[in-house]
């Protein structure tokens, strides 16, 4: 193996003499230092369920209900109404969302209710907390995937659609009766 002299990255290789048993090739390792790069993007949005999801949808109803669409005569009124209308819901979103980063370590199961128990657990710093916190992630976590379940199911309703999504498991290929510890492996054993 060649390697380019002045590369820094690339010097820290180690040529085993003592390794090549039988072969007259000596193994070589080498070690390259890597980075971990956290590649972290941002998207605006609304919690689902939560009041500002509300208060945006009663804004775009109220802003939509308030135009004027008594003169959609021609294509230019009626671009100019659908204008409008995309004005309103951009401001009514801009107004009612947040900036959210989404990392490697993002759940999509996460919900008020988790950020809310890490909020007093970090705030408390008490065992009680703690546990008040697992336990509602816990919870969180189940209805989750029981809600995902669920939508598999109705969406196809065959139940072999839940099997790639759980995953197979595999199912022991002997199963034994037992009387008092021991196997019957005869008829009279039984």
């Known amino acids: 193996m060649f ?5 820094d990255e690339l010097g820290n290789h180690i040529i085993h003499l003592d390794w090549h048993l039988t072969s007259n090739h000596m193994l070589l390792t080498i070690v390259i230092p890597t980075v971990e790069e956290n590649i972290n993007s941002v998207k605006r949005s609304i ?11 009663k804004e775009v109803i109220a802003s939509f209900r308030s135009l004027n669409t008594s003169n959609l005569s ?8 659908i204008g409008d209308f995309a004005d309103i819901v951009a401001e009514s979103y801009e107004k009612y969302t947040k900036n959210i980063n989404i990392t490697k370590h993002s759940k999509s199961l996460w919900d008020r209710n ?5 909020e007093k657990y970090r705030n408390m710093k008490n065992l ?14 189940r209805s989750f995937f029981d809600s995902k379940i669920q939508e598999i199911a109705n969406k ?13 498991q595999r199912l022991s290929a002997i199963k034994m009766f037992k009387y008092n510890g021991l196997p019957c492996l005869e008829i009279n054993d039984l």
Do not use: R
């Open 156 to 168: 196809k309703q065959e139940p072999w659609e839940l099997m790639n999504w759980v995953n197979k």
């Open 47 to 57: 919690i689902k369920g939560s009041k500002e999801e509300k208060s945006f949808i």
């Open 114 to 118: 988790c950020s809310s128990a890490l």
């Open 74 to 81: 021609n294509i230019p009124s009626l671009e100019k109404i």
């Open 128 to 141: 009680k907390n703690w546990k008040l916190f697992c336990h509602t992630v816990k919870n969180t976590k």
């Open 3 to 7: 390697l380019q002299s002045g590369l």
